[in-house]
């Protein structure tokens, strides 16, 4: 039974589409984020919710947008998609925010996004 | 600008031998390091992490070092086995932003 799971775990599209990638943990932890891994492999965060609650916000395109229907699941919108969002976008949690010495994020497998 | 680098992209041991991979920061304000490994078409996983009030954390084969005054940590792996061949990512985080800042991984082969 997968922790952090992430749908879909690989995307093609066209420049210019909308495309969502979904993520839900069965952890019960109270924080949720997106990392985004460029090219040149870096794990970069883009967002933390916790409880529902933006928290972290890293300067990303507002054509990014996440939505956490409950503390459970996060899920990343992206609008009109550009070449460089191609990436791999990795979904993880964990138990609470801020208190990284307590644990650690645990990860999805990541959603490989390619644009054409 | 990179807070995290890890500036070797791949390392390869022999089985049984030491693997000691590296990581350097510049943000003095990191109070809490982590290594986390990552097999291919899988999330990064967690490790082993250390407390900026240490200098080394040890947890069976897995040991870090932290030397703060030259911003630099390792992680040793001994003996090496086939299955630690896996990308190891360092990240640190500062106080309670709830933040990890990663560097770009390491690749490591452990040969048989």
């Known amino acids: 039974d997968t922790a952090v799971s992430q749908t879909p775990k690989y995307l093609v599209t066209q420049m210019g589409n909308d495309k969502s990638i979904k993520c839900e943990q069965n952890?019960?932890?109270?924080?949720m984020y997106w990392y985004k891994q460029d090219s040149k492999k870096f794990l970069k965060i883009m967002f933390s919710y916790n409880n529902k609650e933006l928290i972290i916000n890293e300067t990303v395109p507002n054509r990014f947008s996440p939505k956490s229907p409950d503390k459970a699941h996060l899920n990343l919108h992206i609008n009109s998609l550009e070449l460089g969002d191609s990436a791999v976008y990795f979904c993880?949690?964990?138990?609470?925010?801020?208190?990284?010495?307590?644990?650690?994020?645990?990860f999805g497998e990541g959603s490989r996004l390619t644009v054409l | 600008d990179q807070q995290v680098k890890q500036n070797s992209p791949s390392l390869s041991v022999q089985e049984g031998r030491i693997s000691i991979l590296n990581c350097d920061y510049t943000?003095?304000?990191?109070?809490?390091f982590l290594w986390y490994k990552k097999y291919p078409a899988e999330g990064p996983t967690f490790l082993i992490s250390?407390?900026?009030?240490?200098d080394k954390n040890e947890d069976g084969r897995f040991t870090v070092f932290l030397n703060k005054s030259a911003k630099h940590l390792s992680l040793h792996i001994v003996p090496s086995q086939p299955g630690d061949s896996a990308v190891y990512f360092c990240?640190?985080?500062?106080?309670?932003?709830?933040?990890?800042?990663f560097g770009q991984g390491t690749t490591l082969q452990v040969k048989p």
């Open positions: 952890l019960g932890h109270d924080t």
């Open positions: 990240a640190a985080s500062a106080g309670n932003t709830g933040k990890l800042i």
């Open positions: 250390i407390s900026s009030i240490k």
């Open positions: 993880a949690s964990s138990q609470n925010h801020g208190t990284l010495d307590t644990g650690e994020l645990f």
């Open positions: 943000n003095s304000m990191f109070d809490y």
